[in-house]
């Protein structure tokens, strides 16, 4: 008689924390709001993500910087909006609340170059699920090299430049429609790729960098 008693108290107790339970599950299934303490007893929530989600900047954010610490303000690169995924939630450290605001660690994409991340505020992102555009800067193409080429038909002149960089100082212009040949690339500067060309100048053949969205190759 008491097991019976004993399993029927069980069940009982089981039956009056179900409901309890269960609210707790409906609450961590709730992603944290950017200024959402995870850790407040009200108001339990998860991490926005769980790490290799493909995001981008929300609408209206002009741009976001990549911190070296969550909150810290040294700055290692700066993020401008695209059409194509721009960031990757980082498989390593996680979100981060810093008692204000969340904080995700990023890599910056498709930069192929792993040293380009940092920290983000969750308030600057949203998953990307829109697909490139054929002729986006941020997407590689698949050129093999060496590739003959001309300017794009509609720009008037491209720059040369020393480095794959807007930053870069230009060593020579090409002519409208000016043919070249590329030898090498490509190379990411966080915003578009670029490729080494060779054109053919007046006293033998001038090489630099210019951006791929210049590029018209020829079949």
């Given at each position: 008689m008491?097991?019976?008693?004993?399993i029927?108290?069980?069940?009982?107790?089981?039956?009056?924390?179900?409901?309890?339970?269960?609210?707790?599950?409906?609450?961590?299934?709730?992603?944290?709001?950017?200024?959402?303490?995870?850790?407040?007893?009200?108001?339990?929530?998860?991490?926005?993500?769980?790490?290799?989600?493909?995001?981008?900047l929300?609408?209206?954010?002009?741009?976001?910087?990549?911190?070296?610490?969550?909150?810290?303000?040294q700055?290692?690169?700066t993020?401008?909006?695209?059409?194509?995924?721009?960031m990757q939630?980082?498989?390593?450290?996680?979100?981060?609340?810093?008692?204000?605001q969340?904080?995700w660690?990023?890599?910056?994409?498709?930069?192929?170059?792993?040293?380009?991340?940092?920290?983000?505020?969750?308030?600057?992102?949203?998953?990307?699920?829109?697909?490139?555009?054929?002729?986006?800067?941020?997407?590689?193409?698949?050129?093999g090299?060496?590739?003959?080429?001309?300017?794009?038909?509609?720009?008037?002149?491209?720059?040369m430049?020393?480095a794959?960089?807007?930053d870069a100082?230009p060593?020579?212009?090409?002519?409208?429609?000016?043919?070249f040949?590329?030898?090498?690339?490509?190379?990411?500067?966080?915003?578009?790729?670029?490729?080494?060309?060779?054109?053919?100048g007046?006293y033998?053949?001038?090489?630099?960098?210019?951006?791929?969205?210049?590029?018209?190759p020829l079949s």
């Amino acid at each position: 008689m008491r097991k019976l008693t004993f399993i029927l108290m069980v069940v009982l107790v089981a039956a009056l924390a179900l409901p309890g339970m269960t609210s707790h599950a409906n609450a961590l299934s709730t992603a944290c709001g950017d200024q959402q303490d995870p850790s407040v007893p009200s108001s339990p929530c998860r991490p926005m993500y769980l790490g290799g989600e493909a995001v981008t900047l929300k609408t209206g954010v002009p741009f976001a910087w990549l911190r070296a610490e969550p909150k810290s303000p040294q700055i290692a690169a700066t993020v401008w909006p695209n059409a194509a995924a721009t960031m990757q939630i980082a498989l390593g450290p996680q979100g981060h609340f810093d008692g204000f605001q969340w904080w995700w660690f990023v890599t910056l994409a498709p930069s192929g170059r792993p040293y380009l991340v940092g920290w983000v505020e969750q308030a600057s992102l949203t998953a990307n699920t829109t697909s490139p555009a054929p002729d986006d800067p941020s997407v590689v193409k698949n050129w093999g090299l060496p590739m003959s080429g001309k300017v794009k038909a509609g720009i008037p002149f491209v720059w040369m430049r020393v480095a794959p960089s807007s930053d870069a100082i230009p060593g020579y212009t090409i002519p409208p429609l000016g043919p070249f040949v590329v030898v090498g690339g490509p190379s990411f500067d966080g915003y578009q790729w670029w490729w080494m060309v060779a054109y053919p100048g007046p006293y033998g053949h001038v090489y630099g960098w210019i951006e791929q969205a210049s590029i018209q190759p020829l079949s």
